[in-house]
C-alpha cells in the first residue's frame, strides 16, 4: 500500500523560510512523478511545483523564484524549500505521486505565514 507523508510545516514570519518534506512508503512505479499542491481556505487546491522522476521541474507563477521543488529518488523523498514566503502562501500543503496506475495524496501539512 502506497502512503505518503508530509512534514516540516509551521507557523513563520512574511520573509521567512520553511522546508517541507515528503516520504513515499509502499511499492512504486519508477518512472513517476511528484508534485506539491496547496489549497487555502475557501479556495481550489491548486499546482504549486512538480518534479518528475528525471527531475524535470515546473512551478506555478506565483511561487517562481521563491520556491524550490526537489526530490531524493533512491530515498523516495520529494522537498520542497520556499522562501520569502507571503501571506497568501498561507494554505495546506498537499505531496501528490503519480505513476501508471496510481495517483496518491498525502494528509496535507499547515504552513501559516504571518504578516
Known amino acids: 500500500q502506497v502512503q505518503l507523508v508530509e512534514s516540516g510545516g509551521g507557523l513563520v514570519q512574511a520573509g521567512g523560510s520553511l522546508r517541507l518534506s515528503c516520504v513515499v512508503s509502499g511499492s512504486i512505479f519508477s518512472i513517476n512523478t511528484m508534485g506539491w499542491y496547496r489549497q487555502a481556505p475557501g479556495k481550489q487546491r491548486e499546482l504549486v511545483a512538480v518534479i518528475s522522476s528525471t527531475m524535470s521541474t515546473n512551478y506555478a507563477d506565483s511561487v517562481k523564484g521563491r520556491f524550490t521543488v526537489s526530490r531524493d529518488n533512491a530515498k523516495k523523498s520529494m522537498f520542497l524549500q520556499m522562501n520569502s514566503l507571503k501571506p497568501e502562501d498561507t494554505a495546506v500543503y498537499y505531496c501528490?505521486?503519480?505513476?501508471?496506475?496510481?495517483?496518491?495524496w498525502g494528509q496535507g501539512t499547515q504552513v501559516t505565514v504571518s504578516s
Open positions: 501528490n505521486l503519480k505513476f501508471p496506475g496510481g495517483v496518491y
